[in-house]
């Protein structure tokens, strides 16, 4: 009798409803200190951010298959869809407290960050929306940046990002800021 109480209850369950448009908030971050590799080699740091995400029909992520065939190439040399995770470093100016895109900033090199070029692509989040519509939700780990004193950030500096996500249907997600962290010194 139990068992029958139970699947009675399993089957007034209903799948959550969530917008085929993905939704995204903030997990956390992290900047990783990544050791030399060899005896006098350059030690990496790496900034790694967790998202939430729900989506409604679950079309997240993309295959290599798919990065080669429209609307996700690489078209002309440019294409937002041949990526979907989005990320755009903001600098904390000192004198007046507020971020400002990385790209206003400038960095210590003239022609070391353009705007986009932290943004990556994960794969398929699950094979169970592959071919039926689903909602889904999670987290999601992206770590695109390593990078050496100096080379974009520098020590003493304050960053956060700001991240949005696409779906196979090039929905984009909300926009997220991240919390801020600062950049440890060597």
Aim: proline content about 7%.
């Amino acid at each position: 009798m139990g068992g029958g109480l139970a699947l009675g209850l399993s089957s007034c369950l209903k799948e959550p409803e969530y917008s085929t448009t993905p939704a995204i908030s903030f997990n956390r971050i992290e900047n990783i200190r990544i050791p030399a590799k060899q005896a006098g080699g350059q030690v990496l740091d790496s900034i790694r951010m967790t998202i939430n995400y729900q989506d409604g029909d679950g079309d997240l992520g993309l295959t290599s298959d798919e990065l080669k065939n429209p609307p996700y190439d690489f078209q002309n040399g440019t294409n937002r869809f041949n990526k979907n995770f989005f990320v755009e470093p903001y600098i904390k100016n000192t004198r007046t407290g507020k971020y400002e895109p990385l790209t206003t900033v400038g960095v210590p090199s003239p022609g070391v960050y353009t705007a986009g070029q932290y943004n990556g692509t994960f794969g398929h989040l699950t094979t169970d929306t592959d071919s039926k519509a689903a909602p889904i939700k999670g987290t999601i780990t992206y770590a695109p940046i390593a990078f050496g004193l100096g080379d974009v950030f520098v020590p003493g500096q304050t960053v956060r990002f700001q991240i949005s996500i696409a779906d196979r249907a090039l929905h984009v997600s909300n926009i997220i800021t991240t919390d801020s962290i600062i950049i440890r010194p060597r």
